[in-house]
């Protein structure tokens, strides 16, 4: 669940004083349209789409990523350094192709240099050849011909194809082949292929912005962003008379070496124990009447108010979850929507506002479903405007709606509202004043509407009207406690080790006899359970048939594509390439898409592509992802990634170090 921050401006303030940019109080760096630095007198250096803020608050830390032997293009002055990672058999990596071009030829080109690392991922066949064709291409001084060439036929990169190109280019074929075969330039793609993995960008594409990471085939936008930032930093530098072809060195030096996943990041062994959360008490919630956000039955014996954030990604699934509610209880519960724009979603107070405003029209629910379904990042009156015509209202209306006050001061309202009864982070709901924190799985509410309803129906056996009976419960039970330690409603966490049932089509490795047993539940699109993963070669390795691991799907609702790929995986287990799926999804969690995820599977060699996708959409398999959801609820398992141990638990992707200790004393216990 997202809570707001305070504090914000403290921080943004802060970390410019640290940057030693506190001297701009009052100016700001502006690039003038010469491409020339001028000084605004008057303007705030920490405005909100400064630069410097950015470059301090970039929550992207600074790598050390130093150019080495890679083959470089644009001026050695130039104050922008692209490091750009990438393989040559890659649909993304051709598409940013046009994007590096604008950057290196537009308004910026003067300025940018690109440095490329290789990076061939193992499930493209013809990568590692087409990525030492480039290199012996180079060793001849036309390794950006052959990388054009490459990009531009990436379906022919076999051997023959590769020769052809080399002579198109007029290379000497002779010390092409014989560069081809050249063990040195191999271990110098395989060094940059691991530099790229040890910094996090085990994906392609994968660019580094005077160090400053992006991942993915991103718009121009977003280069741009990061090349300003990085600009204006190299700009300090000048200034401070540093030369213009040190500056990256210089902008780089103290960068990380390795992955950071976080800020402030900390050691959970060092923390004393997090105390459980206090219990939950009941409040005196109930609809007072119909309002235009609310949908079911009325009157109604379950009243199901939510505080709500367009763009959080929480409160998608949230919106799902009561979609779930409204069909299994059609005649019982009434929902009402009510908002909280979170102060760092910045689209989010705007697209409250759209809902009401198309609520004035009787709209209110069609537009709520639209804004959910908006891609993250995709709020703006541009989208507020197409959902408005895609739902049929009157466009001038609607425009005049959104410029009211008093609708501004009504989200106000119920934000302020939501504040003082405890609702501060989103989602929230109380199902009759009974509170539920986040997202919660259809199945926590299940439990708390049910034992509502027999209360409910008590108060009207007793003659209470139908119209006042859920409100005459809250009343009465109001401030009493409704459970406490975890979230309201969640199904509780078995006592003692934790028996997680097998499945005929359980994946894993280790024989079925081994001393200790290691159940995860992971979801494909998820960053932690890619760090999991890699946890989890590691225990492979270290200690081989002493363990059995066995993987099991869970799929976050609010993750679009984690679902399809639970499902991709497990059919590419039925041809005995599970785990070529798996490594290359985890590989790309950043970039899953339907398309993406069908070109991962033809790139996996031996995976006969028709097949798969009948398998993909096969009952067997939807059951199979279904009955490993199933287990995750049952055991009471919540988010990703969960292990178990010989049924102790591990929440999260721990370190190496944790899993070692636990499993080293379950193997000393069974006298492994």
């Not at 082949?177 to 994906?203: F, N, S, T, V």
């Not at 995860?520 to 760090?531: A, I, L, Y």
């Not at 984690?562 to 995986?569: G, I, P, S």
């Not at 398992?637 to 102790?648: A, D």
Request: hydrophobic share 40%; aromatic share 8%; with cysteine.
């Amino acid at each position: 669940m997202q809570q707001d921050s305070s504090g914000f401006g403290l921080k943004i303030f802060s970390l410019l004083v640290a940057a030693g940019l506190g001297v701009f109080v009052g100016t700001q760096l502006n690039r003038g349209s010469s491409g020339a630095d001028t000084v605004a007198a008057g303007k705030s250096a920490d405005a909100c789409d400064s630069p410097l803020v950015k470059a301090c608050s970039n929550d992207e830390p600074v790598y050390k990523v130093e150019l080495g032997e890679a083959r470089v293009k644009g001026p050695k002055d130039a104050l922008v350094t692209i490091i750009e990672i990438s393989d040559f058999e890659c649909p993304f990596c051709s598409k940013v192709g046009p994007t590096i071009k604008d950057l290196t030829t537009g308004k910026y080109g003067k300025d940018i240099r690109v440095a490329f690392f290789h990076n061939p991922l193992s499930f493209h066949k013809n990568a590692m050849n087409a990525a030492l064709a480039a290199e012996a291409a180079g060793n001849q001084g036309k390794f950006w011909e052959m990388h054009d060439k490459l990009f531009a036929n990436q379906k022919a990169l076999k051997l023959p194809d590769l020769e052809k190109y080399a002579e198109e280019l007029g290379l000497d074929k002779a010390k092409f082949q014989a560069d081809m075969k050249d063990e040195g330039l191999k271990k110098k793609i395989k060094d940059q292929q691991a530099l790229a993995r040890k910094l996090g960008a085990g994906g392609t594409p994968s660019f580094f912005i005077n160090g400053r990471k992006l991942s993915g085939a991103q718009p121009l936008a977003k280069f741009e962003e990061l090349v300003e930032v990085g600009l204006t930093l190299a700009k300090i530098q000048q200034a401070k008379g540093v030369a213009p072809e040190n500056i990256y060195n210089e902008l780089i030096k103290n960068g990380a070496t390795q992955r950071v996943r976080a800020k402030n990041k900390f050691d959970p062994k060092a923390q004393p124990k997090r105390p459980s959360r206090p219990a939950e008490k009941r409040i005196n919630l109930t609809a007072s009447a119909k309002a235009p956000r609310g949908k079911g039955a009325w009157p109604a014996k379950i009243h199901l108010i939510e505080w709500s954030d367009f763009e959080c990604p929480y409160c998608t699934r949230g919106a799902q979850v009561v979609e779930e509610i409204m069909k299994n209880y059609p005649k019982d519960v009434y929902f009402e929507y009510r908002h909280n724009p979170l102060g760092f979603h910045k689209n989010a107070e705007a697209a409250a506002i759209a809902a009401e405003a198309a609520g004035r029209q009787g709209k209110f629910f069609p537009m709520h479903d639209e804004l959910f379904k908006t891609p993250r990042g995709g709020l703006n009156q541009a989208r507020y405007d197409a959902i408005a015509k895609k739902i049929g209202l009157d466009m001038g209306r609607f425009k005049k709606d959104m410029a009211d006050p008093a609708l501004k001061t009504l989200v106000k309202a119920q934000q302020a509202e939501g504040m003082k009864i405890g609702a501060r982070g989103t989602p929230n709901f109380y199902v009759n004043g009974v509170p539920v924190r986040g997202a919660m799985p259809f199945a926590s509410f299940k439990t708390i509407i049910d034992a509502e309803l027999k209360k409910v129906d008590a108060e009207i056996k007793k003659g209470t009207p139908l119209a006042k009976a859920a409100a005459a419960v809250a009343k009465a039970e109001a401030g009493k406690s409704v459970g406490g330690g975890g979230p309201a409603g969640a199904p509780p966490k078995p006592k003692g080790p934790v028996k997680v049932k097998n499945h005929p089509m359980d994946v894993g490795f280790g024989p079925k006899n081994a001393a200790v047993t290691i159940y995860e539940f992971s979801d494909f699109e998820c960053p932690f359970c890619e760090k999991g993963a890699r946890v989890v070669e590691q225990i492979k390795k270290a200690y081989g048939n002493k363990v059995r691991f066995v993987f099991k799907h869970l799929p976050l609702s609010f993750h679009k594509n984690a679902e399809l790929a639970a499902r991709a995986a497990q059919a590419a287990n039925n041809q005995g390439k599970f785990w070529e799926m798996h490594d290359a999804l985890f590989a790309n969690y950043r970039q899953l898409s339907p398309e993406k995820i069908d070109e991962l599977a033809k790139g996996i060699k031996g995976l006969n592509f028709a097949q798969w996708e009948k398998d993909r959409e096969s009952k067997a398999v939807k059951d199979k992802v279904a009955a490993d959801k199933a287990e995750a609820t049952r055991t009471g398992t919540r988010g990703t990634p969960n292990f178990y141990i010989n049924g102790e638990h591990i929440a999260g992707a721990l370190p190496f170090e944790t899993f070692k200790a636990k499993i080293d004393a379950a193997l000393k216990k069974k006298g492994g």
